[in-house]
């Protein structure tokens, strides 16, 4: 991946494992690559990106980062749709039930239009981690004020509290990543089944009504993953305009 051959990482997809050169005085070390990561830069390779690594020392933990990137062309789409056929993914985001979306085909030029399938992605329930971090954050605040907490319970709780957050954000970040990978992938197979062009629209919504909402960064997180995946497997998308 790095243009020279001293310095550089490789990606040995068939024996799992990534080769780092060049680190400190020539030393070199190989690590093992999971399954699941072997098929998810062999699915990536397939769209022949360019490739980059870069090199993280942080807390005494060596980090790789690959860095995968294209330059793609999508014309921008208006409505009404121009005549053709399109297999269209409508994406309604809301803060009360989370993402619906409903796959349709339809054929403008012969007045077809048919729903294909209908699904709501509903993240998992997280009011049980946000209690107990409400009440971890209550002992520690209850300790403090009558000055029995010590240094070693503060570190205690601090942990507490920062392991419920990581768990939270982990949550999040999943069904962001697992929905719009799922909708950009089903889009895709009906595309090809149907001979169509592939559509996603969103309905953006206001982040003004998603003040005090649980789902708020994840649900903008999602227009944000959804627009750049659209972009990598060149699907036209449109965005509601925000009101």
Known sequence: IYPKMNNCVVLNLDRSEVWVYGLNRGTSIRLPLRKKTVEWIRKTLAENPR????????????EIHLHFSKTVEVPDIELPLPCGKYVVAVVDINSRYGIACIW????IDR??????????????????????VSFIQRLRDRLRNIGALDYRKKLLYNKLVSQCLRRISTINRDFAAKTTNE???????????????????????DPESLNGSYLQQTLLRVVKILRVKA???C?????????
């Open 51 to 62: 490739k980059t690594a870069t090199l993280v020392l942080r807390d005494d933990v060596l």
């Open 104 to 107: 349709i085909y339809i054929d």
């Open 111 to 132: 007045g077809v239009y048919r729903i294909i399938r209908f699904k709501k992605y509903r993240r998992k329930n997280l009011s049980k981690l946000w209690s107990y």
């Open 183 to 205: 909708i950009v992938c089903r889009i895709r197979r009906l595309a090809k089944r149907y001979g169509a062009q592939p559509l996603i629209v969103v309905d953006k919504p």
């Open 231 to 233: 972009l990598w497997y």
């Open 235 to 243: 699907c036209l998308l449109y965005t509601s305009p925000s009101p």
